[in-house]
């Protein structure tokens, strides 16, 4: 279990990017050229530079990974995390740096991944055997087990294509896991299948890893990530910003690095995608005494207030709230269209806040992430930020503070108790 099956060492890979440059013409090209040459080529050369963009999606990335462990990689999206997968399945090559890989590596990055999309399902497990090295007598051996997890025996031989995107992920990740790879490389693809499936899958890679085999897990679901990986890397910026223990790297992750003083500001410097419409300015979290704080007190109430500019007009929106625990458990969500003031709101062009008011005494002590977004229902997202504020809860009090002890529980309620003397008959005295 010591070994190392994955050595990583100054990983690097660098994109470049076109701009499209102005078009002046062919005629005045001609006319440049024969006036002056040299300055013609000059200004070319000078011109091409400039629509040339460097872009390292991954920067010295250098980590080891054990046999037999299951890492998830976590971070932003454009972090990095998918490239760093695909340098692993070698199928981009890295600008620098070494990979050193023990063992035959299946892969599912992606809807399809080692699928022929002409070729039934039947065929494609043959296929997808074949690729990974594995002999016919053994991809028969697992044959009956693949068809079974992946529950698509009815659509067995139909050509792949007319699978749905959740039927393919079934029988993609079913194929992966069950050929037995000593590395299995699964990114966000599993959050294409249900509920259902997508825990039958944990289970899967849970028992893949007690057989000693390595797991690498790429998802925005902590929870999954929690449940799953006993180690974690956290990306930013195509390099490693965290690594080590699950249960200490997903509260960095959630917290950004930069929120755990009670204040989110989106500006220029702050590339987000948000409706053209709108701009959403502040996040914050405003303790009773008024001050922005990224700290509440368990027994007091505090608020959650945004501020937001309106460009043009707009449809009627809701702004919405989802509070999570560190492992990803959702605590509960809100929106201001359950409120009276939502039918009033106004929607044009302006500044305005939004906020609402958490009571004291709900959650329980620990550290929390805040999900925020805008949408009109049912028709568009105006803007969402997966992981836009940090907070935690301090026990200071409440229910639990007679006793010095964690209580179990997302939500801590302060609730009312009474205990009344009963007569030898049962009745109240």
Known sequence: MSEAIIQIENLSKRYVLGHQRKNEGLRHAIESAVRNPLQWLRERKKSIASEREEFWALKDVSFAIKQGEVVGIIGRNGAGKSTLLKVLSRITEPTAGRIRIKGRVASLLEVGTGFHSELTGREN????GAILGMSKVEI??????????????????????????????????????????????????????DVQFQQKCIGKMQDVSKGGRTVLFVSHNMAAVGRLCQQCVFMDGGRIKHSGPTDQIIPLYLKGGKQGDGIRVWDETVPVKCDPRLKIRVLRIVGPDGQVTGHVDIRKPFTIETEYEILKPIPPFRIGLRFMTSDGTVAFSASDSAHSSYETKSYAPGLYTTGCVVPGNL?????????????????????????????????TGGVNARFAEKWPGVVCPHLEWQTKPLDKAGAVI
Do not use: C
């Open 363 to 395: 959650l329980n002590e620990g550290f929390y992430n805040i999900m925020f977004g805008a949408d009109i229902p049912f028709q568009q997202v105006l803007f969402l930020d997966e992981s836009a504020l940090g907070f935690s809860v301090e026990q």
């Open 125 to 128: 497990i043959f296929l997808n």
């Open 140 to 193: 028969k051996r697992k044959f009956d087990e693949i068809v079974a997890f992946s529950e698509v025996e009815n659509f067995l031989d139909t050509p792949v294509k007319r699978y749905s995107s959740g039927m393919y992920v079934r029988l993609a990740f079913a194929v992966a896991a069950h050929l037995e790879p000593e590395i299995l490389i699964v990114d966000e693809v599993l959050a294409v299948g």
